[in-house]
């Protein structure tokens, strides 16, 4: 008698529970289409339709804040992309060294310096941000010929922990009888690295890359410490300049800017979606 | 006996095996060693100048007077002021702190709560659920953003759209950026907005607990509320200890949104003055960057004890299925 009700029910919930997560996606999407719809509007929609939908299309706020500033906004993309792409290099490459280094080889201390590693995972990079801009203004590099080697030096030199832990964690995986047959074969350790670890590692440098664009994009903290000219700037530290001009008429550029600068991040999105969710699980949980 | 006297103990001539039938492993294990070291290397460099080096000094400079216009050699010595003037001088530092608190202890279980909720909506095999799953993972990749920060604020203007949403249903909203009381209360929402990166580790948590400990308690009787609480909740705790570590001290540091919103003065009145955005302010607007560093320094000892707290404590709520110590 009592299974009858049960038996019955799932069809019932199934589609309460597809209203509640449709519900819900509308109002997590909302903001992203409403964004959208605001760099299309003209300046006085922008204050008296706060609707979805611009009445009169107004594309000319992308080409208003392209150029509202002295530098053009494709500059600050190009800047962007320079630190970001870079950012993926120096990452991927150092955060592999350290990671075959220390979830691979035997040597001393390895255990000293894994637990070390992973203390700076949870190291906020609000700490250490004043004495690093002193250190970097006292070499000269800060607003100088190279303004971004503040930004970039660090990622070259694997101090992003969490890739570090990632590829350990994933190296994990690759079956220790390869590197032993390398090794038999006369392979030393670099030989192993080179033709072992290396073209195994493929996923987990992917991940690696696709997180450290995708964050140094969205970056705004450092760039804004290290960043001091315009034309330096990048897209999220030129974004801001936006609002210290309160004017209405540049709000409708400042949103067309802002739909630009997600873009990259959006398309990123749709082409290894798959990878980033997965991606976030195997840094945490299962070893 | 002859062994006694190993030759290999007289002939030891290389420099490392200690013995000769094991001469070989040694040999790779110096290579190895070296290696080890050669890989580590940009790591290392980068833990001393990046990271330590830094750190020391940053200690050092929060006894201090230091601005960045006089030169490092003419530093003064302060002893503990800028502590003092932290602790009990500074309104504006037990603000931030204030502030500070009230955002992560009510953002980050709301957050948390919210991807749980989607997460158990979501756990069922069915076709679509990588669709939800993407979508809702995808706040999570834009929301740290200046320009999503941008979008916020003035979706929560007076004539934004979240008060035409309440206007449908004859309420009338408030300018909920410029209002000190309300101002922080949006960067929670813009931060529970981003509860996508939780809820996948919370599905693939979900995904672990084996389905036969739900049929044992269905058939003991226990319903929906029972199976969630006995089952669901003990098998999900090293993954909600684990969002729960992540996410608080993540909320600690927001930064970019209380930037934008306020334009970088913590505003309206100090509303949103979150403590890395007073470190900033002392550090980078008010060139006090002795001052910004005893802040730094509070704030890495005051996420330590936070963290070990939650370790501390984990012990008695989190249940490790795998692990039998303890």
């Given amino acids: 008698m009592t299974t009858v009700p049960v038996r019955r029910r799932p069809g019932n919930r199934q589609a309460l529970r597809l209203v509640v997560l449709l519900v819900i996606v509308a109002v997590v999407l909302y903001p992203l289409f409403w964004m959208l719809g605001t760099s299309v509007k003209s300046p006085a929609e922008i204050v008296n339709n706060v609707g979805l939908l611009p009445e009169r299309f107004t594309p000319g706020n992308y080409l208003d804040g392209w150029t509202n500033f002295d530098v053009g906004f494709g500059r600050f993309f190009l800047n962007s992309a320079l630190v970001s792409g870079l950012t993926v290099v120096g990452n991927a490459l150092s955060c592999l060294l350290a990671a075959y280094a220390l979830g691979r080889l035997r040597f001393r201390l390895r255990k000293l310096w894994f637990t070390v590693m992973i203390g700076t995972l949870l190291l906020p990079g609000h700490v250490l941000i004043v004495p690093q801009y002193i250190l970097f203004r006292s070499l000269g590099l800060v607003g100088g010929d190279w303004p971004y080697l503040p930004l970039l030096v660090p990622q070259f030199l694997a101090t992003e922990a969490f890739f570090v832990f990632l590829m350990v964690q994933f190296m994990r995986g690759i079956p220790r009888e390869l590197d032993e047959a390398a090794t038999i074969d006369g392979a030393s350790p670099y030989g192993v690295f080179r033709h072992v670890i290396l073209p195994l590692s493929r996923p987990a440098l992917v991940t690696t890359a696709i997180f450290s664009f995708i964050w140094t994009w969205n970056d705004f903290f450092r760039q804004l410490v290290f960043l001091s000219n315009l034309e330096d700037y990048t897209v999220p530290v030129a974004l801001t300049l936006f609002i210290d001009s309160t004017s209405q008429s540049a709000v409708g550029p400042m949103f067309a800017m802002s739909v630009l600068s997600l873009l990259p991040v959006f398309l990123f999105f749709l082409a290894f979606q798959r990878m980033l969710v997965e991606g976030i699980n195997t840094s945490g949980l299962k070893g | ?326």
């Fill in chain 2, 1 to 326: 006996m002859a062994v006694t006297t190993a030759p290999g103990r007289t002939s030891r001539t290389g420099p490392v095996g200690p013995r000769p039938t094991r001469r070989g492993a040694g040999r790779v294990r110096l290579g190895e060693g070296l290696a080890g070291y050669v890989f580590l290397s940009p790591w290392l460099i980068g833990l001393m100048g990046v990271t330590a080096i830094p750190m020391l000094l940053s200690l050092w400079l929060s006894f201090t007077d230091y601005d960045i216009l006089t030169p490092l050699s003419e530093v003064r010595w302060v002893g503990l002021a800028n502590y003092e003037r932290m602790f009990t001088a500074d309104p504006s530092y037990w603000h931030a702190v204030r502030v500070t608190l009230t955002f992560a202890l009510i953002a980050v279980p709301l957050k948390l709560a919210a991807a749980l909720g989607v997460a158990l909506l979501l756990n069922r095999a069915w076709r679509g659920v990588g669709l939800f799953r993407s979508l809702f993972y995808l706040p999570s990749l834009l929301g740290g953003s200046v320009a999503l920060a941008i979008v916020w604020v003035n979706m929560f203007n007076r004539d934004g759209a979240f008060n035409s949403f309440l206007a449908l249903f004859g309420v009338e909203g408030l300018p909920w950026v410029s209002d000190p009381d309300w101002a922080l209360e949006t960067l929670m929402v813009l931060a529970i907005w981003q509860f996508g990166a939780p809820m996948v580790i919370f599905l693939a948590g979900l995904k672990q607990v084996p389905t036969e400990l739900y049929e044992a308690a269905a058939v003991d009787g226990a319903g929906a509320w029972r199976r969630f609480r006995a089952v669901t909740l003990p098998m999900l705790s090293p993954v909600i200890f684990f969002n729960l570590v992540l996410e608080t001290i993540n909320g600690f540091q927001g930064f970019t949104a209380a930037f934008v919103l306020s334009n970088g003065t913590g505003g309206p009145v100090d509303s949103t003055l979150m403590y890395t955005l007073k470190l900033y302010i002392s550090g980078f607007t008010d060139l006090e960057m002795g001052y910004a560093s005893a802040m730094a320094w509070v704030f890495l000892v005051a996420i330590g004890v936070v963290t070990a707290v939650f370790f501390s404590t984990g012990r008695f709520w989190v249940h490790y299925s795998d692990g039998d110590d303890s």
